[in-house]
């Protein structure tokens, strides 16, 4: 499953009422660590197809859902299942250290 973008609007639908998983990374278009992380996030999401949906959330497009998550440095993975949260995680990790911080979690 390719990740899929997330704005306020649609999250409670696409993350808090999903029946998988989701890990939400919250960036910006200008944030350098956030652009790094992209790709770890892409090849995450073909090895775990199935088990985590990976949504993306532009903070400088969506105001609300950052700010109710306390999102004050980026980027910042949130991890929801059944619609809480379970763990998060601030800035550019490593693929290794991801995958088994999701594999802890779900």
Known sequence: MSIIVVNDAEFEEKVLKSDMP?????????????KALAPTLDKISADMDGKIIIAKMNVDDNQSTPAQYGVRGIPMLIL???GKVTSTKVGALPEKEISNWISEQV
């Open 22 to 34: 989701v890990l939400v990374d919250f960036w910006a278009e200008w944030c350098g660590p956030c």
């Open 80 to 82: 929801f299942k059944d």
